[in-house]
C-alpha cells in the first residue's frame, strides 16, 4: 500500500490507511509492520526529505512518528569512530547510512531542548528518575511537543506512536533474489 510517491520514493503513512490510522506501536514492531511490505520505517536522508515529512506531520496532525533512526549502543557499537555514541552513533536502519554526528545541527533535526531543557538527543529517561531507565535508542520526530517546532529527539524506543514507511531497495533486491525475479 502506497499513499504518496515523492522523487521517486513510495511512502505508507499509518494514520491515512483505515486498518492502522489509530494504530501507535513501538519502535519494532512498527518496523516490522512496514518490513512485512517491503518496506523500511523512512530514513529522512536529505533535507528535502526532511522537510517532505515535516510537513506530512504537520498536514496530518500527528503529534510524533517513527523513522528508522537508531543509536548504535549493542554489540559491535564500541567502535572508537562510534564514540560517543550520542553524538557519533546514529545511523538510518533502514537504509544502514551512518547520520552526521548529533553535535552539528541542522534546520528542523535534533532539537534544541526536551523533556529535560537540553539540546537533543540527552538520553533523558535513561537517568532522570522517572522510571523508565531505558535507553532513548530511537528518533522519532515529534510535532511542537516542547514548544520547539518539527523536530528530531531521541525516545526510549518502547513508546507507542505512529509511523511513516518507505519503500526499501534492499528489501526489494533480497525477495527479488529468493524469487529468481527481475526488478527491471
Known amino acids: ?15 491515512l490507511h483505515p486498518q492502522t490510522r489509530n494504530l501507535q506501536v513501538d519502535w519494532l514492531d512498527a518496523r516490522n509492520i512496514c518490513r512485512r511490505h517491503c518496506m523500511d520505517l523512512v530514513s529522512l536522508e536529505s533535507p528535502q526529505e526532511n522537510v517532505y515529512i515535516q510537513n506530512k506531520i504537520r498536514d496530518g496532525n ?10 548504535c549502543d549493542f554489540q559491535g557499537c564500541d567502535r572508537p569512530d562510534l564514540q560517543p555514541t550520542i553524538i557519533n552513533g546514529w545511523f538510518w536502519s533502514g537504509s544502514g547510512v551512518k547520520m552526521f554526528p548529533s553535535n552539528q545541527r541542522f534546520p528542523g533535526t535534533w532539537s534544541h531542548t526536551g523533556g529535560g531543557n537540553r539540546p537533543q538527543p540527552d538520553n533523558r529517561e535513561s537517568s532522570d528518575g522517572s522510571g523508565f531507565g531505558e535507553e532513548e535508542s530511537c528518533l522519532a520526530v515529534l510535532n511542537n511537543f516542547y514548544r520547539d517546532g518539527i523536530v528530531w529527539h531521541d525516545v526510549g524506543c518502547s513508546h507507542k ?4 514507511c518507505e519503500d526499501s531497495d534492499e528489501l526489494k533486491r533480497y525477495v527479488a533474489s529468493r524469487a529468481r525475479v527481475s526488478l527491471d
Not at 62 to 71: D, E, L, M, N
Request: aromatic share 24%; charged share 20%; hydrophobic share 30%.
Open 1 to 15: 500500500i502506497v499513499h504518496e510517491t515523492q522523487n521517486g520514493r513510495k511512502y505508507f503513512f499509518s494514520w
Open 62 to 71: 500527528q503529534p510524533y512518528i517513527w523513522t528508522s533512526g537508531r543509536k
Open 161 to 164: 506512536k505512529p509511523f511513516v
